[in-house]
């Protein structure tokens, strides 16, 4: 088992759609949980954290946590055509150095 | 965030040659890391570099293949060694900000050809 499974996609939503992102992880000590976006030939930009139970919302994205169930997602709301990328989820090891392990990353298609 | 640079961003390298790369930040960090994607793959953790300490290396990943060095607190270097085209990959540093955080923060990373 993945320590950090994503579907590779693509998800392919029109523009405006709300885009759901999902991830599990298999390590129930985990505590910190991210999201990254990475457009092609470009290095990871990080878009969202979340530490507890439940949603954060910040502008146009919720990232959405449960830890009972070792899940956490992504909505982007109103999506638009530059939304279109990879998003890689990544979950801190329960191990020192805050270890961040990433998923393979989803690839999102937003069409105009 | 922190503003970090690497160098060189891209290169081409016959097998058997090292190269190194460099990874400055605007700021001091008490950690770097060193992370490889290869193509179409996620990233996959390298080593973690702390200032005046050996790096520490993840499994798959040894020191006489990636010999780090962490001289100060603004500034590492990744050595890739005796290098084959399994190693064309990009690799990338980060650092967390602000220092002592929990995000991590990316370089633009160096894309390393070896033909």
């Known amino acids: 088992q993945k320590e950090v499974e994503q579907n590779s996609g693509p998800l392919s939503v029109p523009e405006g759609a709300i885009a759901s992102l999902n991830c599990t992880y298999s390590d129930r000590g985990s505590q910190s949980f991210f999201w990254y976006r990475q457009y092609s030939g470009k290095s990871p930009e990080l878009i969202m954290s979340i530490y507890s139970n439940g949603d954060k919302e910040d502008g146009r994205f919720t990232a959405q946590l449960n830890k009972a169930s070792q899940y956490v997602s992504l909505l982007i709301r109103d999506s638009q055509p530059s939304d279109s990328a990879t998003y890689l989820c990544?979950?801190?090891?329960?191990?020192?150095?805050?270890?961040?392990?990433f998923g393979t990353g989803t690839r999102l298609l937003v069409s105009p | 965030s922190a503003v970090i640079s690497q160098k060189p961003s891209r290169d081409i390298c016959q097998r058997g040659t090292s190269l190194t790369i460099q990874c400055q930040v605007d700021s001091q960090v008490t950690m770097m890391f060193w992370y490889r994607q290869q193509p179409g793959q996620s990233l996959t953790l390298i080593a973690t570099?702390?200032?005046?300490?050996?790096?520490?290396?993840e499994s798959g990943f040894v020191i006489d293949k990636f010999p780090i060095s962490r001289p100060n607190l603004t500034f590492s270097t990744l050595t890739v060694s005796n290098m084959s085209p399994e190693d064309s990959s990009i690799y990338l540093c980060?650092?967390?900000?602000?220092?002592?955080?929990?995000?991590?923060?990316f370089g633009p990373g160096t894309r390393l050809t070896v033909l």
């Open positions: 980060s650092v967390h900000w602000p220092s002592g955080s929990n995000e991590q923060f």
């Open positions: 990544a979950v801190t090891s329960n191990t020192g150095f805050q270890k961040l392990v």
């Open positions: 570099a702390n200032q005046g300490s050996e790096a520490t290396y």
